[in-house]
């Protein structure tokens, strides 16, 4: 097997030439031929004055590299694109593919041995991970870390909930223009990512779960110094990983990880997207995530984390009570502890590093957990034939079985327009439906699922309604919300044939959704010509839309499911 700088020559036609000429170049940057005889360990730099939540990216790539020189082995960052979630449009999860693409393709042009993925903003470590696993080299996650809390009037806060929850009372009238421009400076008060359990938070989460990091990487504060030793010790482990060729992705992303992954987004009360994400990453390792497993092991699994959106704590607190080692350590019943991680080592090994601190109350025992059932649930019905998810751990408990009228809006755009108007005939028991805002119809499935409670509702103290839409959500929102209706309507679900008007029956303990219209009259609706949207004609967004799968198989490209092996019909192993 060849290694370091002679993988993947450039092809000239003389592998010699193609060698000789990569060290000509290599030495302009000053490099010694000890250094270049090292095992690569390459780190990606993402980066970026557009996302402030990776701040702290070039502080921790010195760390990695440190911890790879102090291995033995030779450090090489290399950029990639980086994705924030207010500074992607239309959406981040539109452009998540094209940084998996992006990660993958310079992980195999690009001679290394190992890599070190630093990433954390919502869609970044999935895409990294999805791109790490398909190029198939080893491969070490180190998150940015989460922020650290604001402080307003004595309120502690935390993106992206409380922005959420206080742009609410904006709404309503109870926040004025000034407070609201203060409230802003303090909502995010350094680098890193979201500090509730949102997106990021919750793929940080899974991946030490899932043995992709290492123990304490998910929780430890960006601004701290214990993550960039976090990044050292990252860096070491690489180069062990890249002298021994190994462990692999594919060999850490087994059905067992991806079943202790979907364990932890239950008991973390976590984000619905990274269900999405792990759908698209055990798509890369040939795997599928089965939602009907998902949704029976929410019915044993408590929500042991009390954290925002569907408790009251932030990550730094998560971290300071023990993070994700103590967490294992109360979930063991429930988790493959012998499952492989990065270090050559099992999750076992993970959870007995696990700290007890005395009185502290945000992991909670099994024994007295934060809510007695998973925070997640999949529902289907004759409207999600191919399910919805609900995050019931963050919604209203009496919404979770409710029938009522339904409110249709057409697409992101008509709900903008409409949602505010007062002339809007709306009431707080109706149920608020939004269409074609899945993968291909909007394009990319933006976080819009959230809608907003309309203004007339909000002012007369209406805090929460039904809301069913083939959209997502952030991980950050709360509420009774349905979201990743499968099929989308823009592929002709079920969701097109709602009218306003129509019964809507949400039973949550049942798992049902249902439009109380017969078969019929459906049937009837379906054959009626609709208004269709003009397809991409080029570029990445002919891509998307020609290739992008629905929300059970990750949203991820048709053509980048599956692995090279079995392309080539081999049998490809696991350990
Ligand atoms: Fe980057 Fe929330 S905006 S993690």
Redesign the pocket.
Known sequence: MTSGLRKGLTSYGDAGFSLFLRKAFIKAAGYSDDALDRPIVAITDTASDF?P?HGNAPQLIEAVRRGVMLAGGLPMSFPTISI???FAHPTSMYLRNLMAMDTEEMIRAQPMDAVVLIG???KTLPAQIMGAASAGIPAVVVPVGPMVVGHHRGEVLG??TDCRRLWGQHRAGKIDEAEIEVISGRLAPSVG??MVM???STMACMIEAMGMSLPYSAAIPAPHAERLRIGEASGKAAVAMAQQHAPKPAEILTPRAFRNAMVVLQAIGGSTNGLVHLAAIAGRTGHKIDLEEFDRIGREVPVLIDLKPSGDHYMEHFHHAGGMPRLLAELEPFLDMDAPTVTGGTLRDYAAMAEDVPGQTVIRPRTAPLKQTGGMAVLHGNLAPGGAVIKHAAATPALLQHTGRAVVFESVEDLTNRIDDPALEVSAEDVLVLRNAGPKGAPGMPEAGYLPIPRKLAQQGVKDMVRISDARMSG?AFGTIVLHITPESAVGGPLALVRTGDQIRLDVAARRIELLVDAAELERRAAEPRPTRAAPRRGYAKLFHETVTQADQGCDFDFLIGTDEEEEGEERTTR
Do not use: F, M, P
Request: charged share 10%; aromatic share 0%; glycine share 12%.
């Open positions: 996302n939540c924030h979630e207010s954390g903003c919502d993106a992206c990512t979201c949102g997106t990021a950050t």
